[in-house]
């Protein structure tokens, strides 16, 4: 058994089977922590329909919660399958492909996992994710490095001050309406981790009218693996628009004083080498295009006209609750994302903590070296 790779929770193992075919174990570093048994019964749950795009679960051991940690074996998927993200950085193929192999992921999720509601489960979605990120700010608080930071009720990013999160967290909790505007129209099960790294491209399809994808890896490190299709929205956007690889990647700058208060100069460089497939934005406004032009995504946007407003929620809950598992070198960058687009949910809300201090949603979205 060969070690593959190592994520902040499982590991992946490279092993044979009893006729000597390759298989990877997906298995957890432990049996308390971890999303694996759910990511199981995610997979085994799959409509018979969409089974062909996501990985098959050959054996599966649930684990006990206590001594044995839950596991998986899956097909391995060897060098005819590259990840979506490699084909799109590297621009091995060309835009035009690249698009076709977004709008075919897309396809699978609002055609054939989203239709998928659980309408019993609606009641307390607010308040659970009000709950996630409630424990993100724990959480961080509970760094040395961030205690004084979370103490204060505002900060300037960028020349604009912004409310902190304990302040809009309060908010959120206080406010019917602010609850309210985290509601979806009905809860749906989402991948939770849809990343183009969590896209495998079959290379010989590519020549096909109708490209094969694999959607791998669903549930995210957070546990979500039903609420609202806004949030996978959100992951692939935040991918697309280049502000999470330049986290990743460590292409930022950060600039502090505390003079007057926290004060910080955020600079995300997508305009890196590494990033130029997204750097003009085009990758991006296509995508957007799509969801809102696709009929199989308008199926589904056209039933929640709210939906867009709730994607900056989760682009914040996403980038707060990796603050304390990214190295610490990262650690700052993910924060202050996460600050900004949670000012820019509440900055959507008819009601909010303040009239100014706020931007419009897509201000800083940039897709250029500049000021974040």
């Not at 085994?44 to 795009?53: D, H, I």
């Not at 929205?233 to 505390?258: D, H, M, P, Y």
């Not at 460089?269 to 995504?297: C, I, M, N, R, Y």
């Amino acid at each position: 058994m060969h070690l593959l790779r190592e994520g902040f929770h499982e590991k992946l193992f490279l092993l044979t089977d009893e006729q000597d075919r390759l298989i990877v174990r997906k298995q957890a570093k432990s049996a308390q922590q971890g999303t694996l048994a759910a990511e199981i019964v995610w997979l085994e749950e799959l409509p018979a329909t969409m089974r062909q795009y996501f990985p098959r679960v050959l054996h599966a051991n649930r684990g006990d919660g206590d001594t044995h940690a839950p596991s998986y074996d899956m097909p391995y998927f060897d060098k005819e399958w590259v990840p979506l993200s490699e084909l799109i950085l590297l621009e091995t193929c060309s835009r035009t492909v690249g698009q076709k192999l977004i709008a075919q992921v897309m396809r699978v999720m609002f055609s054939g996992i989203f239709p998928t509601t659980y309408p019993m489960e609606a009641a307390s979605y607010p308040e659970q994710m009000i709950r996630l990120l409630e424990r993100c700010a724990q959480q961080i608080t509970a760094m040395p490095v961030f205690a004084p930071l979370m103490r204060t009720g505002k900060l300037s990013l960028n020349g604009v001050k912004q409310w902190n999160v304990f302040p809009l967290l309060e908010f959120l909790k206080s406010k019917g309406e602010a609850r309210e505007a985290l509601r979806p129209a009905a809860m749906r099960k989402v991948h939770g981790d849809l990343y183009p790294e969590n896209v495998l491209v079959y290379l010989p399809s590519l020549r096909w009218r109708t490209p094969r994808v694999m959607l791998i890896d669903p549930v995210a490190a957070i546990g979500l693996t039903r609420g609202d299709f806004a949030m996978d929205v959100a992951k692939f956007r935040s991918w697309l628009s280049a502000e999470l690889l330049a986290l990743r990647l460590g292409f930022f700058s950060i600039e502090t004083q505390w003079d007057n208060g926290p004060a910080f100069e955020l600079s995300l460089h997508t305009d890196e080498p590494q990033l130029s497939a997204l750097s003009d934005g085009k990758v991006l406004q296509e995508f957007s295009g799509l969801l809102a032009t696709a009929p199989w995504a308008r199926a589904v946007c056209d039933a929640d006209p709210n939906w867009w407003a709730r994607v900056s929620f989760y682009e914040s809950l996403y980038a707060l609750s990796m603050v304390p598992l990214v190295p610490a070198w990262q650690s700052m960058g993910r924060f202050l994302v996460g600050v900004h687009h949670l000012n820019n949910f509440v900055a959507t809300l008819n009601v909010s903590p303040s009239s100014t201090g706020h931007q419009e949603a897509e201000h800083l979205r940039t897709v250029q070296s500049s000021n974040y």
